[in-house]
Nanobody, 124 residues
Framework: QVQLVEPGGGLVQAGGSLRLSCAASGRTFSSYTMAWFRQAPGKEREFVLAISWTGGSAYYADSVKGRFTISRDNAKNTVFLQMNSLKPEDTAVYYC?????????????????WGQGTQVTVSS
């Protein structure tokens, strides 16, 4: 069992930056693929990016390539989402997710554990 907690989030102006973190419980964190999804009001939850358990490979949604970066610190059971050049359309609730599979993709059903979500609001 893995529990994911995402403190942080907040309000930022367009063009600004924000860093989210997700802390995981459990001794097997380092064996999980980790990902971030987001859900804007009235829209379906969508994939943002994912990172392999080693941190050696990552998969990005086209909408965030060149602006967002995912990283992880397995010693601290934490995954990070660095968001730069934020746009108003990035406004959403951001969710951390963990998969027991060797899978770094957009399929929601492939992820076994989810955080509670944190609100990110980008003002224009």
């Amino acid at each position: 069992q893995v529990q994911l907690v995402e403190p942080g989030g907040g309000l930022v102006q367009a063009g600004g930056s924000l860093r989210l973190s997700c802390a995981a419980s459990g001794r097997t964190f380092s064996s999980y693929t980790m990902a971030w999804f987001r859900q804007a009001p009235g829209k379906e939850r969508e994939f943002v990016l994912a990172i392999s358990w080693t941190g050696g490979s990552a998969y990005y949604a086209d909408s965030v390539k060149g602006r967002f970066t995912i990283s992880r610190d397995n010693a601290k059971n934490t995954v990070f989402l660095q968001m730069n050049s934020l746009k108003p359309e990035d406004t959403a609730v951001y969710y951390c997710a963990a998969s027991q599979r060797d899978y770094q993709g957009p399929g929601l059903e492939k992820y076994d554990y989810w955080g509670q979500g944190t609100q990110v609001t980008v003002s224009s």
